[in-house]
């Protein structure tokens, strides 16, 4: 349950954040207003942006429901946040992001770890399924390409290089949520 609840606080915040202007929360390639490792998560560019992002913690809400992902999970995701922000250093020629993408992908990159490290083999070849399917959207968005990118249908520009700092970030932050832990 926490880690539905860790997703509706996402949705939330980034629901609020609308009422301030993206500047003051969007990443701005630096670390020298360190709050926007996490404020820029909950900026969107458009309600297309927002709309796409919300709908993302849901069927990640419903995938953790269903998995029984837990505490640790949850604390996973948060952990997550600000380290997605943080491989957004490698790309200076990012000089701006905002929106839940990124972490997104790491929520989605926590989850395929937490049931590949099941014990029944449904649980794993779930989690092997999402990660290959995460791998796959990753590779063919090319985030060594542009930093920024126009994809038809979408009313701003995707940063590709937030998802697979995400993935990253995921992947980093669940390994951290268990160090001396036993069990899931």
């Known amino acids: 349950m926490k880690w539905g609840l860790s997703l509706a606080a996402w ?48 069927a ?12 640790r999970d949850a604390v996973a995701l948060w952990l997550a946040l ?42 794993r070849w779930v989690g092997a399924g999402i990660a290959s399917g995460l791998a796959v959207k990753l590779v063919l968005e090319q985030p060594w390409g542009p930093a920024l990118q126009t994809v038809p249908g979408l009313d701003f520009p995707l940063a590709p290089w937030a998802h697979l700092s995400g993935a990253g970030a995921g992947l980093l932050a669940w390994a951290g949520s268990r160090i001396g832990r036993h069990g899931t």
């Open 60 to 71: 990640l809400a419903v995938l953790g429901w269903r998995a029984a992902l837990g505490p």
């Open 82 to 123: 600000p380290l997605t922000q943080l491989g957004l250093l490698l790309r200076p020629d990012l000089a701006s992001y905002g929106g839940l993408s990124g972490a997104l992908h790491a929520a989605t990159g926590i989850a395929a770890c937490a049931l590949l490290a099941r014990s029944t083999a449904r649980e």
């Open 11 to 58: 949705a939330l915040l980034a629901t609020l954040a609308q009422a301030l202007p993206p500047t003051q929360l969007a990443w701005q390639g630096s670390l020298a207003e360190p709050w926007r490792l996490f404020t820029a998560a909950f900026v969107h560019w458009t309600p297309w942006h927002l709309t796409m992002n919300l709908a993302g913690c849901a």
